[in-house]
T-cell receptor, first 112, second 116 residues
Framework: DAKTTQPPSMDCAEGRAANLPCNHS???????VYWYRQIHSQGPQYIIH???NNETNEMASLIITEDRKSSTLILPHATLRDTAVYYC?????????????FGTGTSLTVIP | GAVVSQHPSRVICKSGTSVKIECRSL??????MFWYRQFPKQSLMLMAT?????????EQGVEKDKFLINHASLTLSTLTVTSAHPEDSSFYIC????????????FGDGTRLSIL
């Protein structure tokens, strides 16, 4: 049921911007895109979400294409602590309510 | 804000034991809670959706008699793994969602279950 695809892994130099892409070509008009990250053996941490406008918070920026079929999470100045698996998720509407299905995610390694 | 507490963080028990895992929303009311399972080096797999005061909705392939879910209040959901066996060993994670709009779900820190 995962509705998103992401590259399995990426490297980024410490201090540089990390740009993590996500494809969600089947997204519906009113479905939001959510980004989480998971550090080993912990629960996922919420990062940011958006519908169609670009969003920014203290952790990251989210750029959503005009056709909404893809998005990019930007960590402006990556640190070693940003090494984690990053998940892009689209909420799925069902009669029983809303569910969130995780894809395989992108394992980001920040290199010193 | 939006803190979800999961307890216990780690459980080791013998085969045949039933294990209960609690998921609490500490500073908000959670109309919906989700239970996920994660095997090593794999993504999270949704097991069930739990709405307060109603029966849980299980994903295809998840045995409802094996994984009992109770969501008796707006701040507490429990997952009971009944008669656990070694193949049930996994990382179980809950999340909670308020009923308001498109707010994100917030996750607990997970429970590492090891069945000997």
């Amino acid at each position: 049921d995962a509705k998103t695809t992401q590259p399995p892994s990426m490297d980024c130099a410490e201090g540089r911007a990390a740009n993590l892409p996500c494809n969600h070509s089947t997204i519906s008009g009113n479905e939001y895109v959510y980004w989480y990250r998971q550090i080993h053996s912990q629960g996922p941490q919420y990062i940011i979400h958006g519908l169609k406008n670009n969003e920014t918070n203290e952790m990251a920026s989210l750029i959503i294409t005009e056709d909404r079929k893809s998005s990019t999470l930007i960590l402006p100045h990556a640190t070693l602590r940003d090494t984690a698996v990053y998940y892009c998720i689209v909420r799925v509407r069902r009669n029983t309510g809303n569910q969130f299905y995780f894809g395989t995610g992108t394992s980001l390694t920040v290199i010193p | 804000g939006a803190v979800v507490s999961q307890h216990p963080s780690r459980v080791i028990c013998k085969s045949g034991t039933s294990v209960k895992i609690e998921c609490r929303s500490l500073d908000f009311q959670a109309t919906t809670m989700f239970w996920y399972r994660q095997f090593p080096k794999q993504s999270l797999m949704l097991m069930a959706t739990s709405n307060e005061g109603s029966k849980a909705t299980y994903e295809q392939g998840v045995e409802k008699d094996k994984f009992l879910i109770n969501h008796a209040s707006l701040t507490l959901s429990t997952l009971t793994v009944t008669s656990a066996h070694p193949e049930d060993s996994s990382f179980y994670i809950c999340s909670a969602l308020t009923g308001t709009g498109y707010q994100p779900q917030h996750f607990g820190d997970g429970t590492r279950l090891s069945i000997l």
